[in-house]
């Protein structure tokens, strides 16, 4: 019997924890996705302190995936594509430090996979300006409140997620078809 291989995980952040989420449940080899917050001072962090701007965190998922079906490398080319990595700060009208643009690498391996894939993309010149995404050494992921999690699947009606998050699952779900999990 062959042994498989570990899950790993991935955290990543590019705007609002819920866009993020909704893209990434959909990808075959996602075991699991969790809404929290990273790369901050508060040991405790929560919604409304992360909103106020002052703890430094940042609005992120937790990727739990199978690297034999995605690789790390593969997260990166879905995440670079899902949000605007040359904004500071901001993402559409979601403006603040909690929504920067963000990669923690859990290991050596995913902080230079990180950074090999910016200086990539930067030296293609296929976007118009340079990746502002912050590359952070593994720091603690704080799991969000529950109601954040999976709040596009139980809220698909609500403003933001109907006005902001289903056009861009719709153009995400096009872009991915081949590496999308059966519906």
């Not at 901050?40 to 409304?48: L, V, W």
Request: some cysteine; aromatic content about 10%; overall charge negative.
């Amino acid at each position: 019997m062959q042994q498989s291989v570990a899950m790993q995980k991935a955290v990543l952040g590019g705007g609002c924890f819920w866009c993020l989420d909704a893209l990434f449940r959909q990808l075959v080899g996602v075991n699991s996705v969790e809404s929290g917050y990273a790369g901050g001072i508060d040991a405790h962090p929560n919604y409304e302190s992360v909103c106020s701007g002052r703890t430094g965190h940042a609005e992120v998922i937790q990727i739990t995936f199978d690297p034999e079906q995605i690789s790390f490398d593969d997260l990166l080319a879905v995440f670079f594509s899902s949000h605007d990595p040359t904004t500071h700060n901001r993402q559409g009208h979601d403006v603040g430090t909690q929504y920067r643009s963000v990669i923690v690498a859990q290991d050596s391996a995913q902080y230079a996979a990180a950074l090999s894939c910016i200086a990539s993309v930067n030296s293609t010149g296929l976007l118009d300006k340079p990746i502002v995404t912050e590359v952070l050494e593994k720091v603690p992921f704080h799991k969000a409140e529950a109601y954040h999690q999976d709040y596009f699947t139980r809220h698909p009606e609500q403003g933001y997620c109907a006005v902001v998050i289903g056009p861009k699952l719709a153009r995400f779900r096009e872009k991915f078809a081949s590496r999308l999990k059966p519906t």
